[in-house]
């Protein structure tokens, strides 16, 4: 089956300092999100990418959906305390034959330091 | 507006009891996914159910595990004969259609299963 592997597993750093993450699969994906969960939560949807090649931002969040379809980046800029939780990218497939699931990565935990 | 919502939020089941987690969608969604997750890792999906239908059922374990989503009312995710691998966190999330565009899945808070 699918899966992704996402990259670096944890992180600590300190505030103010730029994060970044990926993500990589070993097939192809139609549609990137980056959710961010906190503990005793649920995921919350940050970024969400759905053509080949695209770069968003939300704020202080940067993606990118890969040229190749199969990886994807999360940039955090000038990182603050709350940014700290886990960061788990996911994708989709969209086409006949898929429904739609994602496929989550194994989440990159942040720590930030004030 | 409310959001996805998810009860009861922490249950405690003894090994051999059911267990019972609900998930109401957000206001005017009726595709509903099931998602598991185990302790320090992402989740996983379990099921996908429209209205009184299931869709996609390939990441339920064969046996003590069923979804519904009936016409009025949450879905319902029901674990029979819980044993202590069930214990996890279980997510639901929804959406307005079945995905593509900008249709994206919003996640509950979560229902935390700890079998003793």
């Known amino acids: 089956g699918q899966q992704l592997n996402q990259s670096p597993q944890s992180m600590f750093i300190q505030e103010g300092e730029d994060v970044s993450m990926n993500c990589t699969s070993s097939?192809?994906?139609?549609?990137w999100l980056w959710y961010k969960q906190d503990p005793g939560e649920g995921p919350v949807l940050l970024i969400a990418?759905?053509?080949?090649?695209e770069l968003t931002s939300n704020g202080r969040l940067t993606a990118q959906f890969g040229i190749t379809r199969k990886d994807s980046f999360l940039n955090i800029s000038a990182s603050i305390p709350s940014d700290v939780g886990i960061y788990f990218c996911?994708?989709?497939?969209?086409?006949?034959?898929?429904?739609?699931?994602?496929?989550f990565g194994q989440g990159t935990t942040l720590q930030v330091k004030p | 507006n409310a959001g996805v919502m998810q009860n009861p939020r922490h249950l405690v089941r003894r090994r051999g009891q059911e267990a019972r987690l609900r998930c109401s969608p957000m206001?005017?969604?009726?595709?509903v996914y099931w998602y598991r997750q185990l302790p320090e890792e992402g989740l996983k999906f379990m099921v996908y159910l429209q209205k009184e239908n299931i869709i996609d059922e390939s990441g339920m374990p064969k046996e003590r595990f069923s979804a519904e989503f009936p016409k009025e009312g949450p879905s319902i995710l029901r674990i029979q004969q819980v044993v202590r691998g069930d214990s996890a966190a279980y997510f639901c999330a929804s959406s307005l259609t079945a995905g593509g565009g900008t249709d994206t899945q919003y996640f509950g808070p979560g229902t935390r299963l700890t079998v003793l």
């Open positions: 990418l759905y053509k080949a090649g």
């Open positions: 206001k005017g969604h009726s595709h």
């Open positions: 996911a994708g989709q497939l969209l086409q006949w034959g898929n429904t739609g699931k994602l496929i």
């Open positions: 097939s192809i994906f139609n549609t």
